[in-house]
């Protein structure tokens, strides 16, 4: 079917009929150079020759070629010119109005400038020439700011906030007048003084200004020969984040003139082996690792309890937490032994009463007490699929309770076979029960007891699932009550800012038994 066969044509055919660019058409369409269509859907075959009586208008209006961007611009140009044209002349010239941008094309995000290329052939080349002198001469009088930082030993961002101090704008092509650099550079206080302000972290205090380990200087920090002026925020996971202290150059310069520190001396300590720094605090004002940590001892002591102490170096902070017994020391009390300790009172800000460490700590002491807990965990046909294996053993003694194969009445997976090792054929074997055989033996040994999993929230849904799949409709099990997670306290215990792995093989029994190791392991600080 030709065009002439058809009741209407599209944009598409008639600028093919036509034969005209769809870029032409486009721009003609949408500058209603061209009559309403009679047709609902397009133009009929009798308006083609109207039309076509329109081209040679479209044509001087938006020209024969389509618009082109600034490089294809500065290339047509030094071509037919033989000059160095540069992309931003084009810029300039448009600004001056010797151009004008006829369109704009977009790419991820950035909208670039369109000429018409007609346009630039009309450039003469006096305009195009005073446009690429007034570039040269003002290359020749500029500096980049990469250039610029470089001059005066700056950071991009001091080197801005500087300029916007002074109004030293950036002209054409972001670049720095060169007086006005060489001014800046000329004042040496100034140049000094931003530098010495310049914030840095522990580590490039250490190593690149002092040029010793790590270790030796959170020695200095910790007994407060210098402190940070700020913290940063900084992202150390999905949903964690920490303050890491930031620190004046200067300060950290001040180091290296410390009476009685031999920095070469510290330079050649070996790793591992006490930091000579040591024995040169020990005469001085106790530092607040030590009054922290004595103020613990002391207090448990006459309390009868334990006390634990954490520093947590990213807010430079101290988290003290303790052993709650009935009538024993409330948070108040202890905030009140602090306050009146002359000694710790001066380091309350930098004290939080509590801590996620110790909660864990009490927490596993809790659980490992008779008859409290059990142990579970479960492995499935697929992630959050049916039950093919469960156990479960008594938190206190390690004793198995359960230790069962069940035959879910659907495939395991392979992805699942590849992480627990168990098939088809193991769950389907002669004598293997059904979830709703297993159902009241799982209820038998976690009667009266917290249920205790790696990731509860995942064994719970699960046997829930199960329970529905079989038709038993109520089940203590589904109330998240009865559950607690060991994966997120151990995390906690740990001061981990992700998840740790159970690490039990991937099997019910052993991944229950490495649950309870975790456990004790968290009953200690």
């Known amino acids: 079917m030709t065009a002439s066969d058809r009741m209407y044509l599209g944009p598409q055919l008639l600028a093919s009929a036509l034969d005209m660019p769809r870029w032409q058409f486009e721009r003609a369409d949408a500058a209603e150079m061209l009559p309403a269509r009679e047709h609902a859907q397009g133009w009929t075959p009798a308006q083609v020759e109207q039309i076509r009586a329109l081209v040679p208008a479209i044509v001087a209006r938006f020209g024969a070629e389509h618009p082109i961007g600034m490089t294809r611009c500065a290339d047509r140009l030094a071509h037919r010119l033989s000059l ?62 990469d250039e610029a930082c470089a001059r005066l030993d700056w950071k991009w961002d001091e ?33 000094e003084q931003v530098r010495a302000d310049r914030v840095v972290t522990a580590d490039h205090a250490a190593r690149e200004i002092l040029d010793v380990e790590r270790r030796h200087f959170d020695i200095m920090v ?10 940063h925020t900084k992202e150390v996971g999905r949903y964690r984040t920490v303050q890491v202290p930031l620190y004046r150059t200067r300060d950290v310069e ?15 300590t070996p790793k591992g082996t006490k930091s000579p720094l040591l024995d040169l605090v020990g005469g001085r004002k106790a530092s607040r690792a030590r009054v922290i940590r004595a103020f613990l001892d002391r207090f448990g002591a006459e309390h009868g309890i334990e006390m634990w ?27 009140a032994a602090i306050d009146a300790h002359p000694g710790l009172r001066a380091y309350r800000r930098d ?53 069962t194969l069940i035959n879910p009445g659907t495939p395991i997976t392979p992805d699942a076979q590849a992480v627990h090792g168990i098939s088809d054929d193991d769950v389907t074997a002669e004598g293997v029960p059904d979830w709703k055989t297993v159902y ?35 089940t203590r099990l589904a109330d998240a009550n009865h559950w607690a997670d060991v994966m997120i306290l151990r995390a906690n215990h740990a001061r981990s800012p992700r998840w740790l792995p159970n690490g039990g093989g991937h099997r019910s029994l052993g991944d229950a038994q490495e649950t309870r190791r975790h456990l004790q392991r968290m009953t200690a600080p």
Not at 166 to 189: C, F, K, V
Not at 222 to 231: S, T, Y
Not at 357 to 385: C, K, Q, S, W
Not at 442 to 463: E, H, P, S
Request: glycine share 6%.
């Open 84 to 145: 160095p044209v540069q992309p931003g002349d084009i810029a300039a010239l448009a600004e001056a109005g010797h151009l004008e941008v006829v369109d704009t094309f977009t790419n991820r995000g950035t909208t670039y400038d369109l000429y018409a290329p007609a346009a630039v052939d009309a450039l003469a080349v006096d305009v195009v020439q005073a446009v690429i002198t007034a570039r040269t001469e003002w290359t020749a009088a500029s500096v980049t700011a």
């Open 159 to 191: 080197l801005e906030r500087v300029a916007t101090e002074r109004g030293l704008m950036t002209g054409r092509y972001g670049r720095y007048q060169r007086t006005d650099i060489d001014a800046l550079a000329a004042d040496t206080d100034l140049v």
């Open 222 to 231: 910790e007994h407060g020969w210098v402190k940070p002026i700020r913290h």
């Open 254 to 268: 001040a180091l290296l003139d410390t009476p009685d520190v031999d920095f070469e001396a510290l330079r050649a």
């Open 309 to 335: 102490g954490w520093w947590v170096p990213g807010p430079d902070r101290w988290e003290i937490d303790w052993e709650r017994l009935d009538n024993g020391p409330t948070k108040a009390d202890v905030a």
């Open 351 to 403: 004290i939080q009463l509590h801590s996620d460490a110790g909660a864990a700590i009490r927490f596993a002491r809790a659980m490992l007490e008779p008859n409290v807990a059990v142990i579970l965990d479960t492995e499935t046909t697929d992630r959050y699929g049916a039950v093919c294996e469960i156990a479960v053993i008594d938190a206190c003694t390690g004793k198995t309770l359960l230790d």
């Open 440 to 474: 009241p033996k799982v209820l038998r040994a976690t009667k009266d007891r917290i249920v205790l999993a790696y990731k509860a929230d995942y064994d719970q849904t699960v046997i829930v699932g199960d329970c529905a799949r079989a038709g038993i409709r109520r």
